[in-house]
C-alpha cells in the first residue's frame, strides 16, 4: 500500500510532441504529489507538484493531471524539448517528509 | 547559495574498507535527508535528521550502516566495513520544515563503487 507505481520506465518523443509519465498508488492517505526531475550526474530536483484539492497544475510547459478517484496522477510535458531529457521520478508523501518515489522514467527527445 | 554540497563526488574502494561520506545541506534548513539510489530499488530514504537529531533510521539498511550530524551544517555517512552491494549512489538533501509541503533539495550525489 505504500508504493507508487510509474510508467512506462522509458520514453522516446519527437521534438515538439507531448510526454507523458503516469503514477498510480493506493494510500488514499497520500496528500502531496511531487514530480522531480533527474539529469545524468545529478541530483533529483523538484519540478512540479500538486495537492490532491486540485485537479490540475500547469507551470510552463509541465502540466501534472491528478485524478483522486482513480488514484492516479500524470505530468505531461508539451512541446518537449532535447533539454528536457531526463529521468522523470513521481513521489508521494502523507503530510510529512517521507517520501515513496516511483521507479522513474527516462525521457529522451529526438532532435 | 551553494545548495546542498556533497563529498566525494565519487568513492572507490575495496571491500571491508570504512567509507564515510559528507554532507554540507543549505544553511538555514533543518531537515536533512540520506538517500540511496540504485537500478533495483531506486530512490530509498536511509535517515532523516531534523534539528541535528536523528529522527527516523528505520531506512538504514543494517549495523554496517551510520550516519551523524554534529552540527547544522554538516553530517556523515559511514559505512563500516563495506561490500560490494553497497555500490549505489547516496544522496543527501535537505528542506526548511519537515511536512510533505517542503521542498527537498538534493546535492550532486556521491557514487560508491565497492570492489
Known amino acids: 500500500q505504500q508504493q507508487v507505481k510509474q510508467s512506462p520506465q522509458s520514453l522516446i518523443v519527437q521534438k515538439g510532441g507531448i510526454s507523458i509519465i503516469n503514477c498510480a498508488y493506493e494510500?488514499?492517505?497520500?496528500?502531496?504529489f511531487p514530480w522531480y526531475q533527474q539529469f545524468p550526474g545529478k541530483g533529483p530536483a523538484l519540478l512540479i507538484a500538486i495537492r490532491p484539492d486540485v485537479s490540475e497544475k500547469k507551470e510552463g510547459r509541465f502540466t501534472i493531471s491528478f485524478n483522486k478517484s482513480a488514484k492516479q496522477f500524470s505530468l505531461h510535458i508539451m512541446d518537449s524539448q532535447p533539454g528536457d531529457s531526463a529521468t522523470y521520478f513521481c513521489?508521494?508523501?502523507?503530510?510529512?517528509?517521507?517520501?515513496?518515489f516511483g521507479t522513474g522514467t527516462r525521457l529522451k527527445v529526438l532532435a | 547559495d551553494a545548495g546542498v554540497i556533497q563529498s566525494p563526488r565519487h568513492e572507490v574502494t575495496e571491500m571491508g574498507q570504512e567509507v564515510t561520506l559528507r554532507c554540507k545541506p543549505i544553511?538555514?534548513?533543518?531537515?536533512l535527508f540520506w538517500y540511496r539510489q540504485t537500478m533495483m530499488r531506486g530512490l530509498e530514504l536511509l535517515i532523516y535528521?531534523?534539528?541535528?537529531?536523528?529522527?527516523?533510521d528505520s531506512g538504514m539498511p543494517e549495523d554496517r550502516f551510520s550516519a551523524k550530524m554534529p552540527n547544522a551544517s554538516f553530517s556523515t555517512l559511514k559505512i563500516q566495513p563495506s561490500e560490494p552491494r553497497d555500490s549505489a549512489v547516496y544522496f543527501c538533501a535537505s528542506s526548511l520544515g519537515t511536512s510533505g509541503g517542503y521542498e527537498q533539495f538534493f546535492g550532486p550525489g556521491t557514487r560508491l563503487t565497492v570492489l
Open positions: 494510500n488514499t492517505a497520500f496528500d502531496y
Open positions: 535528521f531534523n534539528n541535528n537529531v536523528p529522527i527516523d
Open positions: 513521489a508521494a508523501s502523507r503530510g510529512t517528509y517521507k517520501y515513496i
Open positions: 544553511s538555514g534548513h533543518n531537515s
